[in-house]
């Protein structure tokens, strides 16, 4: 267990629709990370928190948004939502917030599988 | 642009060894993750070199050399549980962790 959280498991809706994924980290980790895993492919990153801040962004779409709360879970929001936006989302976390070392690597939630139809 | 190459899917005997090779092009270099991903379950972390050379675990070992661009994981006595994705990964110098696509391995009796 990797001591990150993530709700619900299994998503299942309809085009156009708006789902909200949430995520809480590690107990003492201050950052939080999205990544979107279509079938059979790589980890593709999102967006990243720390300490309730945006940090650092990635190929996040204009139709998907997130943030972190003061209690430091973290929520993704998708919309409109489209077939391709099937795939499996993984929240992880770290302590720091510009880098994983050894001691911290990142630590992946167990993901929301969100299937489209 | 950034760029990291992992071969797309390998196949090895149970009890053998196999080697992953990772060539990687970022804008600097902070560290380098292995990761082992079975189907449809979290990335799970295996090694971090960030010093040329071997970092030896148990069954798994990792090599890295920062003037090649190059790492390798090196998985011995192959188990059925092995068979996994093997993802890796490099934190560039804006600490951000750039990712493969990683190496789907496949072990057969």
């Known amino acids: 267990d990797s001591g990150v959280t993530q709700t619900p498991k299994h998503l299942i809706t309809a085009t156009g629709q708006r789902v909200t994924l949430r995520c809480s980290p590690r107990?003492?980790?201050?950052?939080v990370y999205w990544y979107q895993q279509s079938l059979d492919q790589g980890l593709q990153f999102l967006i990243q928190y720390y300490n309730g801040e945006e940090r650092a962004k990635g190929n996040i779409l204009e139709r998907f948004s997130a943030q972190q709360f003061p209690d430091l879970h973290s929520e993704l929001n998708l919309s409109s939502l489209e077939l391709g936006d099937s795939a499996l989302y993984f929240c992880?976390?770290?302590?720091?917030?510009?880098?994983?070392?050894?001691?911290?690597?990142?630590?992946f939630g167990n993901g929301t599988r969100l299937t489209v139809t | 642009g950034q760029n990291i190459d992992q071969p797309t899917e390998m196949t090895a005997t149970e009890g053998a060894i196999v080697q992953i090779n990772c060539t990687y092009q970022?804008?600097?270099?902070?560290?380098l993750f292995w990761y082992q991903q079975h189907a449809g379950e979290a990335p799970t972390f295996l090694s971090y070199?960030?010093l040329d050379g071997l970092e030896e675990k148990g069954r798994f070992s990792s090599f890295l050399s920062r003037s090649k661009g190059y790492s390798y994981l090196l998985l011995k006595e192959l188990q059925m549980k092995d068979s996994a994705s093997y993802l890796c990964?490099?934190?560039?110098?804006?600490?951000?962790?750039?990712w493969g696509a990683g190496t789907k391995l496949i072990i057969k009796p």
């Open positions: 992880a976390s770290s302590p720091r917030g510009g880098y994983s070392s050894y001691n911290s690597p990142l630590h």
């Open positions: 970022t804008s600097g270099f902070n560290g």
């Open positions: 070199n960030v």
């Open positions: 990964a490099v934190m560039d110098s804006n600490y951000q962790l750039i």
């Open positions: 107990s003492g980790d201050l950052s």
